[in-house]
């Protein structure tokens, strides 16, 4: 029994001292993030590697989810004889919702993870050792660059999922199925408001990115310097992230969908 | 510091995103007119407001000249309290007349402005005097059908 509340304490404690740190870690990060923003050619790389290289896979899933809304509410919206607002359906569900949580989901275990898998890896061959040896900031020259290529990445890809999507919803619902062209347009754009729904998609996107490189980096640098806790770390980034979107996106939605 | 490949996709990267958001604010969303310009406040009260809504919009001829911007119940008069945002380009007279309408049968409520002939305009701030009530389609149905039950009794 006591054992068992010994674990219990032990458990708590740890799970304390690691939110504690990561907390810390946060403030460094913007503490020592001038480097990032001097040496732009720094995050720039980053962004390359997170922003650029996940447009493949953000375009290709926004497509498929647009379509599939489009099927989906097409089937549902025509039972009530409004297929004409199939494009308000698309939009909002995308701009709102759906472009930002997917794409952060997706960001998380494409870019989140490699993320910390390189951290890890070059806390693991004491590469960040190295640097703080020779008088360089890891967090300045390694976390900081990661942390902000992500979060300028995030909306970007965002916005681009949320397009892709609406271009497919377009695709499937009106040159497939035949819904109005004109009415298809117009509903949605009497409905979705730019600061109402479209900037707070983007703000939605950017606290997202703000979660997703702050957990990828942290698991990153806060890794067991070995091969099993490289790779635990990075289960951990994307399982971590996940949920935090997830729960963000509750608490976000609330705040700004509430009852209007 | 010279140019990189690399500052060449992430140049890519960021014109295409941008253009995602330009898209979206264009072609998806509207920039409202009515939120950007001048605009001047108005009031109206309403026995019932069937289904308005904040932002719901104010047309006069069809046209949005307005939205609504706050709907309270004033507890003296057992009447509800709609705040109005107009456009500061549209002015209407003293007389003009509010009502409550619905875009087509199930559509979105909003209120339409139909032009009174007083030479003097609203001013900001001001109450409107006329208004009607949302029609409530139940009602409606039920008197009908009420009447329908009556004139049938009469025939025989």
């Known amino acids: 029994?006591?054992?068992?509340?010994?674990?219990?304490?032990?458990?708590?404690?740890?799970?304390?001292?690691?939110?504690?740190?990561?907390?810390?870690?946060?403030?460094?990060?913007?503490?020592?993030?001038?480097?990032?923003?001097?040496?732009?050619?720094?995050?720039?790389?980053?962004?390359?590697?997170?922003?650029?290289?996940?447009?493949?896979?953000?375009?290709?899933?926004?497509?498929?989810?647009?379509?599939?809304?489009?099927?989906?509410?097409?089937?549902?919206?025509?039972?009530?004889?409004?297929?004409?607002?199939?494009?308000?359906?698309?939009?909002?569900?995308?701009?709102?919702?759906?472009?930002?949580?997917?794409?952060?989901?997706?960001?998380?275990?494409?870019?989140?993870?490699?993320?910390?898998?390189?951290?890890?890896?070059?806390?693991?061959?004491?590469?960040?050792?190295?640097?703080?040896?020779?008088?360089?900031?890891?967090?300045?020259?390694?976390?900081?660059?990661?942390?902000?290529?992500?979060?300028?990445?995030?909306?970007?890809?965002?916005?681009?999922?949320?397009?892709?999507?609406?271009?497919?919803?377009?695709?499937?619902?009106?040159?497939?199925?035949?819904?109005?062209?004109?009415?298809?347009?117009?509903?949605?754009?009497?409905?979705?408001?730019?600061?109402?729904?479209?900037?707070?998609?983007?703000?939605?996107?950017?606290?997202?990115?703000?979660?997703?490189?702050?957990v990828a980096v942290f698991e990153g640098y806060d890794a067991e310097p070995t091969a099993e806790g490289v790779s635990g770390a990075t289960t951990r980034t994307v399982v971590t992230s996940s949920l935090a979107i997830l729960a963000a996106d509750f608490v976000l939605t609330a705040l700004m969908f509430r009852g209007v | 510091m010279n140019r990189t490949a690399l500052d060449l996709w992430v140049g890519f990267f960021v014109a295409i995103g941008l253009a995602a958001v330009l898209f979206l604010a264009l072609k998806v969303g509207n920039l409202s007119a009515a939120s950007s310009g001048e605009t001047y406040a108005l009031q109206a009260k309403f026995d019932n407001i069937g289904g308005l809504k904040i932002r719901s919009a104010i047309k006069s001829s069809g046209v949005v000249v307005g939205r609504v911007t706050n709907i309270e119940y004033d507890p003296a008069n057992y009447v509800a309290v709609v705040s109005m945002q107009m456009d500061a380009r549209y002015k209407f007279p003293r007389d003009t007349f509010a009502t409550i309408n619905t875009s087509g049968l199930l559509g979105d409520q909003f209120i339409g402005f139909e032009v009174g002939g007083d030479s003097e305009m609203l001013k900001a701030g001001e109450l409107i005097k006329k208004t009607q009530s949302a029609v409530v389609l139940e009602k409606l149905i039920s008197q009908f059908m009420f009447n329908q039950a009556s004139e049938s009794k009469d025939k025989k």
């Open chain 1, 1 to 214: 029994m006591t054992k068992l509340l010994a674990n219990l304490g032990h458990q708590v404690t740890s799970r304390l001292w690691r939110l504690g740190f990561a907390s810390r870690f946060f403030l460094a990060i913007f503490l020592y993030s001038g480097t990032s923003f001097r040496r732009l050619q720094l995050t720039l790389r980053e962004v390359f590697f997170s922003g650029v290289m996940s447009l493949i896979i953000i375009m290709v899933s926004g497509l498929f989810v647009g379509m599939v809304l489009g099927l989906q509410g097409y089937d549902t919206l025509q039972r009530y004889g409004s297929a004409e607002a199939l494009g308000i359906l698309v939009a909002l569900s995308l701009v709102r919702e759906l472009g930002p949580v997917v794409a952060a989901l997706l960001f998380a275990s494409r870019a989140g993870s490699a993320i910390t898998a390189e951290i890890g890896l070059m806390k693991a061959t004491e590469q960040l050792s190295a640097m703080e040896m020779m008088a360089v900031n890891p967090i300045a020259r390694v976390v900081a660059p990661r942390f902000w290529g992500g979060v300028i990445s995030m909306p970007l890809l965002a916005a681009l999922f949320s397009a892709m999507g609406i271009f497919g919803g377009y695709l499937v619902g009106v040159v497939l199925i035949g819904v109005d062209e004109g009415s298809f347009w117009s509903q949605m754009q009497a409905t979705v408001d730019f600061r109402e729904d479209i900037v707070n998609g983007i703000i939605k996107s950017f606290v997202f990115g703000v979660i997703v490189s702050w």
